[in-house]
């Protein structure tokens, strides 16, 4: 049982099905949540959604070896990889303030204000997509927007590279990072800075402890806010998981001139939506949201209550007409601080952490030989894996509740449905052999494998 509570944690997907059946009970019943209530099945759904994970996924490309990861850090904090040299990444991400800059709009070397709002940087070796309108898929590729960006770090990393090779301390430490390729280049800086950032798992809390079987690490006001959380508010809808996001994108209903999503995917339904942040450590990252624009949780809230701006591309999973006490309320930003820590956090120090795994953590689902409907419901493509003959048609039919956009970014075969709205099917034909990657643009943990003999 263990293994497979420990397999399901890594699984978001899986997690989030587990979860979406314990929601739907806890949502049948009345009252309070108490987790006496539930039958021992449906609190162990609870425990499997939520379970912290036991591993770290890394790209194969980039094995976080610890002087690498020690590299990544000691780049992440030195101001010569910005243009006069005034500004690092730590500037914005400050690893005291949990990695934000506690301001509604950071500012680099410039003084100018950004556009957007600084994001904390816990759990992002878990994200498929990065920026709050997801423009970059790895962290290696995030890595070097900021570094030229102008505005925020103002240097040409060839000149940062160049700058740094020229120290004889970085030249010992990039080849101690990368043994079989000891160079101080470009993808180097990039790739140490990532794996570093895949170490800034966020420590456990009192929500951890609750989650692996204290009762009392939780009071029951934290726990009535939980029960709220999964049930009657549908927080968990986008924010499901250990890390509290489905990794997909969404409109909340801001008021906002920025576009968000809609334009990375060339998709105009998913105007004004953005990254689902996780809500670990709030406590340390106020204001919220991709404009900053709330300033505390209890504003938060009461944004969800009132729905915000009612547009076309609000998202289907937003709550509909949330109307909660002065009681609920303050037990939904109890429940929200049990996922912070009580002094300043530290990246965990859990021994997974530092265990150094090559291979990304992935479903190992079984290939469905001529499958001719792909299903999406509850943000999944069911089955994931399928094999057909060229030219064999295949039907991808939108049987779940919101707006999908299936893609193949691939030389062979260029797809992009545009959104696809519920009910909508997508009919698809790949003409020559190999192994073709979709996913959804708008929930990109959706992943399907289609072998085509
Ligand atoms: C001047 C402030 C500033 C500096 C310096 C800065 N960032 Fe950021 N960072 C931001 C802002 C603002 C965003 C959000 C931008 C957006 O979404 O368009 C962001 C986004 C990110 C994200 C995406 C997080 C997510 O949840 O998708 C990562 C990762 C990141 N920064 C890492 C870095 C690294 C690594 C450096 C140094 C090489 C760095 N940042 C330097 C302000 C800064
Ligand atoms: C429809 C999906 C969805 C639902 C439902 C939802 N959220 Fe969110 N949440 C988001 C997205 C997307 C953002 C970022 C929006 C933006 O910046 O424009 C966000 C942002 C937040 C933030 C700010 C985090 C930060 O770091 O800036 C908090 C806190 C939050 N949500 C809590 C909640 C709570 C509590 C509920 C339930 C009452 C809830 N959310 C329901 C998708 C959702």
């Known amino acids: 049982m263990v293994s497979l509570l420990r397999r399901t944690s890594l699984l978001l997907g899986a997690a989030a099905l587990g979860f979406a059946m314990a929601a739907a009970l806890v949502a049948s019943r009345t009252g309070a949540f108490e987790p006496a209530a539930y039958g021992s099945l449906e609190m162990e759904q609870v425990r499997e959604a939520f379970a912290r994970p036991q591993a770290v996924p890394h790209p194969p490309d980039n094995p976080p070896l610890p002087e690498k990861v020690a590299l990544g850090e000691k780049l992440f904090n030195d101001p010569q990889l910005s243009g006069d040299g005034s500004t690092s990444c730590a500037t914005c991400h400050d690893p005291r303030l949990s990695f934000t800059d506690g301001v509604p709009f950071g500012e680099g070397l410039t003084k100018r204000p950004l556009s957007r709002h600084t994001p904390a940087l816990w759990n992002l070796a878990w994200a498929p997509t990065f920026f709050w309108d997801g423009r970059a898929d790895s962290l290696e590729a995030q890595a070097k927007v900021p570094i030229e960006h102008p505005d925020e770090m103002g240097a040409d990393l060839e000149e940062v590279v160049a700058r740094l090779a020229r120290d004889p301390v970085y030249r010992g430490a990039f080849q101690a990072a990368f043994p079989s390729d000891p160079t101080v280049s470009a993808a180097n800086v990039l790739k140490a800075l990532a794996a570093y950032e895949r170490t800034l798992v966020s420590p456990p809390t009192r929500f951890d402890q609750w989650i692996a079987g204290d009762d009392s690490a939780l009071t029951s006001q934290e726990k009535a806010g939980f029960g709220l959380f999964i049930g009657k508010a549908g927080c968990v809808n986008c924010h499901s998981g250990f890390a509290f996001t489905d990794h997909s994108f969404h409109d909340i209903g801001l008021p906002t001139n920025d576009l968000g999503r809609g334009p990375v995917l060339g998709v105009p339904e998913v105007n004004y939506a953005f990254k689902t942040p996780g809500l670990r450590e709030l406590a340390w990252t106020a204001p919220y949201m991709h404009d900053g624009s709330l300033a505390t949780l209890e504003d938060v809230i009461r944004h969800y209550e009132s729905g915000g701006v009612n547009r076309a591309s609000r998202s289907a999973d937003m709550p509909a007409g949330l109307d909660l006490t002065d009681d ?30 090559n291979e990304p953590v992935r479903a190992s689902t ?23 003959r060229a030219g064999e048609p295949l039907t991808i039919l939108n049987d779940d509740t919101r707006t999908h956009n299936v893609r193949i970014f691939d030389p062979r075969f260029d ?4 959104a696809q709205e519920p009910g909508e099917s997508i009919s698809l034909r790949l003409p020559s052999e190999g192994t073709y990657n979709v996913f959804c643009g708008i929930h990109p943990t959706m992943r399907l494998t ?4």
Do not use: M
């Not at 079984?366 to 057909?388: C, E, N, Y």
């Not at 797809?415 to 545009?418: A, P, R, V």
């Not at 289609?450 to 003999?453: H, L, R």
């Open 328 to 357: 609920e309320r303050a037990a939904l930003v109890a429940f929200l601080y049990s996922l912070s820590s009580d002094t300043a956090p530290r990246p965990s120090t859990e021994p997974w952490v530092a265990i150094a795994r």
């Open 366 to 388: 079984a290939a469905v030989r001529g499958a001719t409907v792909i299903s999406q419901r509850d943000k999944l493509f069911t089955p994931g894996h399928v094999v057909v």
């Open 415 to 418: 797809f992009n449905s545009g």
């Open 450 to 453: 289609i072998e085509v003999e």
